[in-house]
């Protein structure tokens, strides 16, 4: 739309904001087990713990402080911390991490399950992550059970893993 003032020369257009171009992908989902902080967390916050972050700074801000681990939470294990540090060091932008009760249940993958459901429904997730995975002895056991090798009979598992 175009408008003219009572002034020569002057003309005010208004255009509509530009279209973003920039689809957003790559927002991961990351599921890993609670550790209690010290002093331990009071039993008041619940799991699954769903949380948004945008930085690695906020990240690390969140559960640390410049003094150490900031008392009185839920804190991510080990392989769930180094996950997200990979995450924002490797260009990642967005991300949701759950924190879930690794003693919510005897089996460890069912616990997982737990933080998985939290995190179906969040809608923006594409990608999900459970680096605690890495370091289940059931895990561990139900892939070597079903991948003997034929000709004699030695289990063979393949694990993919990448440092940060």
């Known amino acids: 739309m175009a408008s003219s003032f009572n002034r020569?020369?002057?003309?005010?257009?208004?255009?509509?904001p530009p279209v973003d171009a920039a689809f957003r992908t790559g927002v991961a989902g990351f599921v890993g087990p609670a550790v209690a902080g010290l002093p331990p967390?009071?039993?008041?916050?619940?799991?699954?713990?769903?949380?948004?972050f945008t930085s690695w700074p906020d990240f690390a801000d969140t559960f640390r402080d410049g003094n150490g681990w900031l008392p009185g939470i839920w804190l991510p294990g080990e392989l769930l911390w180094a996950?997200?540090?990979?995450?924002?060091?490797?260009?990642?932008?967005?991300?949701?991490v759950v924190l879930y009760d690794k003693n919510a249940s005897a089996d460890?993958?069912?616990?997982?399950?737990?933080?998985?459901?939290?995190l179906a429904a969040i809608d923006d997730v594409d990608l999900v992550c459970a680096p605690s995975l890495l370091d289940s002895d059931s895990l561990t056991a139900q892939s070597s059970s079903g991948c003997s090798n034929s000709w004699?009979?030695?289990?063979?598992?393949?694990?993919?893993t990448t440092g940060f």
């Open 8 to 16: 020569p020369g002057v003309v005010v257009e208004s255009f509509p």
């Open 152 to 160: 004699s009979g030695a289990p063979r598992t393949a694990v993919a």
């Open 108 to 118: 460890p993958l069912a616990a997982v399950d737990i933080g998985v459901t939290a």
């Open 83 to 96: 996950a997200v540090q990979g995450f924002f060091v490797n260009g990642g932008t967005r991300c949701w």
């Open 41 to 52: 967390v009071p039993p008041g916050p619940a799991l699954p713990q769903t949380l948004l």
